[in-house]
């Protein structure tokens, strides 16, 4: 019987999780593209904890392998897989009948979480399991924030009674910290109802994705990096300039114009120095089912055109800096030469 | 520090001893009865091993109906408790529609702002009209309001710091803002008695960790003497930074810090101060702005003031004050900020109003008002309770009261028999405290009436004749010392 735990902050739900189930000993295997909830959670469970490549089924197979071979005999050894449904970090979907398949063969359990994903895909919103048709017993822990699409604040852990009934007393964010106040509890409550009342949010949503993924197809020096099914649409710069510093300045840049002359408001990529995801930055988008479709295409064409004048133009920026330090060396090597010679 | 009697300490151990007993023996007879059944999750290891959960099948489950109560009202200083009944001895309970209409010693109401305020209340429907219940984004993203920026003056102002930044948690708050103040090659030395939250962010940070004794100024300065000159573990080189993390009354004890004199050992040997004021911060002091107004010190000495505004202000999240320069470090670089979901808007809003109803912004008096009766009310009430002899721990002007209980089976009984006389206390055990000192815990509100607190003396005497914690002896009545000074007259 499935039950729920209930947590006032989204990004506590992972790292109350986490630490509750994991012993001296067991073993953690992770995408490396997860957020930072999740690493902080795991960085305070100190257990072995192995990243595979971020969503990579081939990766995650090898690292199953290696551990399995190397700890045949340990009955009570917990093992772990930790994944999100949709990365908050590239806007990936984990196919999640391919980690169930791998967690059957190996006897791993699957700690999955499901904030961009909730109320998103499945045909009425019930997340990736839906999705890919996978039972939801099948997953042992999912953990998911409400501050996504259930529009509320906080997060919730659901599992299996005997699961749930251990974090009510090893949870830390439960038990030391305050309760969700009662009018976003409400909210949530209600939110729910309206998606199961109204399945053609989902449709007009999923309808919105794929009209800005045609708009966009074609943008010159940037990339889709996200799954075409994600309510994250993630742009790629396509030439990084090597320097995450420095791609971020030209996003920034970008985002700022496009919020001045065209009034579209988009991200980009923010890294804490505590954050030790190594995922490429890039745009995101975020499509909601309240976007119409002429925002869509003033948005895509926004984009295009500005991703046009600034990236596809050879950086003047670049070339004078450069070319200042050149006559600048030239300049001081022959004062120093002149100073010589008198 | 909670010096337990020789007796008791004998009676807890022996009754926990009798609870780990049977609850071992239950757990053979189920051991036997599983071998009989199958198990469809062959092959798996057990995501719960037998000793972790024991606590929690065999001590916890038999007394769960005292905690986790649902309630139906706004936490007043009446509240209206869920009844549950449960068919299955404690394991599973199941929510009735009738409820009871309790006395509340449980919530975090300092202020008395849990319920309908006439300022706060309309403003904060407003707010909800206008901005909605979430603003679906992180703080850097597309999550800051107007309201939120005022918020942050509006704090820094209160609290008496250059900046403030808040964030939607106040577990989180600490939890993310430790590792981006303090790495690997840093010393925290943190109070023995500190909130999870602090040995979380401690934990996270990855600097070496050392503790000293509850509240003993010379005990840190011994251990900071100790660190200094002993520098980094193995390589012995000077600590990068050193922080000492303090709290300003201590939830589970009551106890206010000892700010002036771990200030100035900290100022002697040029360490950090941070101080957590989650149940402090509106709750004493002349105008409520916590313990450094209590006890005097300059809030320029503290380099780091973190908050929560749960307990005083009614609302949800948390804050730390400092410099401009810390907090805007703190704005590039904290995961709360980046990364979580902002503080609701409306539940900012009622930050706002609170603070202004507290300095009396809203043309009233009622914010001096309030300030002067929670501490009224706390005072007389421990006053009180030490007279009927219970042992009450914290210092006067704490509104935050435990009273010990020690013995496992007394917590059950005294929850159970105070909800029968209509008045909700919290009570505590492990793992919140040490195992064998399970204490009540009382908080007094600025809305509780002079009448509310007799009628609570009252109960709380009869629960506590009938669970025999008064464990000093009661201080003799007025009226008797009377009569003794007619008859020598």
């Not at chain 1, 449709?203 to 994705?209: A, F, G, L």
């Amino acid at each position: 019987m499935l039950r729920q735990l209930e947590l006032s902050c989204s990004v506590s739900t992972m790292f109350s999780t986490i630490p509750c189930f994991c012993k001296r000993g067991d073993i953690i295997v992770a995408d490396e593209g997860v957020h930072w909830g999740i690493q902080n959670g795991l960085q305070l469970s100190r257990r072995t904890i192995v990243y595979f490549k971020h969503n990579d089924m081939d990766s995650l197979r090898s690292t199953l392998e290696k551990i399995m071979t190397k700890n045949k005999r340990s009955k009570n050894l917990r093992r772990y897989i930790v994944a999100e449904a949709v990365y908050q970090n590239s806007g990936q979907i984990a196919p999640l009948d391919e980690i169930v398949k791998l967690k059957e063969k190996y006897r791993f359990r699957v700690i999955l979480d499901e904030s961009n994903s909730l109320g998103v895909l499945g045909r009425s919103g019930r997340g990736l399991s839906e999705h890919h048709g996978v039972p939801i017993e099948k997953i042992d822990v999912v953990t998911a924030a409400m501050g996504h699409a259930l529009a509320t604040e906080g997060g919730f852990c659901t599992g299996n009674a005997r699961i749930i009934d251990y974090q009510r007393l090893s949870s830390s964010g439960y038990v030391f910290s305050a309760s969700l106040p009662p009018y976003l509890a409400s909210a949530a409550i209600t939110a729910i109802d309206v998606i199961d009342q109204n399945p053609e949010l989902l449709v007009k949503m999923k309808q919105n994705i794929a009209l800005l993924w045609k708009g966009l197809s074609d943008i010159k020096g940037m990339s889709l990096a996200s799954n075409h099914e994600s309510p994250i649409v993630f742009l790629k710069l396509e030439k990084s300039s090597g320097s995450t510093k420095e791609d971020l300045l030209l996003l920034e840049k970008m985002a700022d114009r496009a919020l001045k002359e065209d009034s579209l408001l988009v991200v980009s990529s923010k890294k804490s120095f505590l954050d030790k995801c190594r995922l490429l930055v890039g745009i995101k988008l975020f499509v909601s089912a309240g976007h119409s479709d002429t925002d869509l295409i003033k948005a895509s064409e926004s984009l295009k055109r500005l991703a046009s004048e600034l990236l596809l133009s050879p950086n003047l920026f670049f070339l004078f800096i450069t070319s200042y330090v050149f006559f600048f060396n030239l300049l001081s090597y022959f004062i120093i030469l002149d100073d010589h010679v008198a | 520090m909670i010096t337990i009697p020789y007796l008791t300490a004998v009676s807890t151990y022996f009754s926990y001893g009798l609870l780990f007993a049977f609850g071992q023996l239950r757990d053979y007879s189920r051991l036997i009865f599983d071998w009989c059944s199958t198990n469809n999750l062959q092959g798996y290891a057990p995501i719960c091993l037998a000793h972790e959960d024991f606590y929690i099948r065999r001590l916890y489950h038999r007394i769960q109906d005292c905690f986790n109560r649902p309630i139906s009202s706004a936490p007043d200083s009446w509240v209206d408790v869920i009844e549950r009944y449960s068919n299955d001895n404690n394991k599973t309970l199941k929510r009735t529609t009738k409820s009871t209409r309790c006395l509340n010693l449980g919530s975090y109401n300092y202020l008395g702002f849990g319920s309908f305020d006439e300022y706060c209340t309309p403003r904060v429907i407003e707010s909800l009209k206008k901005f909605s219940a979430s603003t679906c984004s992180s703080r850097v993203d597309a999550g800051t309001t107007s309201v939120h920026a005022e918020l942050e003056e509006c704090v820094a102002k209160y609290v008496g710091k250059p900046a403030a930044i808040v964030t939607g948690m106040g577990f989180a708050t600490n939890s993310a803002i430790i590792p981006v103040l303090i790495g690997k090659g840093g010393l925290i030395i943190s109070d023995s008695l500190n909130h999870t939250s602090i040995v979380n962010g401690a934990r996270g940070s990855g600097a070496t960790i050392r503790v000293f004794q509850h509240n003993t100024p010379a005990h840190l300065e011994r251990v900071l003497k100790e660190q200094i000159a002993e520098g980094q573990p193995r390589t012995h080189r000077p600590w990068k930074k050193i922080i000492v993390v303090v709290e300003g009354i201590y939830s589970m004890e009551g106890e206010i810090c000892q700010l002036p004199e771990i200030v100035s050992v900290c100022k002697k040997y040029k360490a950090y101060v941070y101080l957590d004021e989650a149940h402090s911060i509106g709750a004493i002091g002349k105008t409520g702005r916590g313990v450094c107004e209590l006890l005097g010190v300059d809030t320029a000495d503290v380099d780091i003031m973190m908050g929560t505004f749960t307990k005083s202000f009614g609302s949800c999240g948390g804050y730390i004050a400092g410099s401009k320069e810390l907090i805007q470090y703190l704005k590039y670089h904290c995961p709360a900020h980046l990364y979580a979901t902002s503080i609701s808007t409306p539940s900012a809003q009622q930050i706002i109003s609170a603070i202004k109803v507290i300095l009396g912004e809203d043309g009233s008096n009622r914010g001096a008002q309030k300030l002067a009766r929670i501490r009224e009310n706390s005072n007389f009430f421990r006053a009180e309770l030490q007279k009927m002899g219970f042992e009450v721990l914290g210092d006067n002007d704490s509104p935050v009261m435990p009273i010990m209980l020690y013995n496992p089976a007394k917590i059950p009984a005294f929850s159970r028999e105070c909800l029968r006389e209509n008045v909700a206390v919290v009570v505590v055990g492990f793992p919140a405290t040490p195992l064998l000192l399970a204490r009540a815990r009382i908080c007094i509100s600025a809305s509780h009436s002079r009448e509310d607190l007799i009628k609570a003396l009252k109960v709380i005497s009869k629960a506590g004749d009938l669970t025999g914690i008064k464990y000093f002896p009661a201080a003799p009545k007025k009226q008797e010392e009377e009569k003794d000074r007619i008859k020598l007259d």
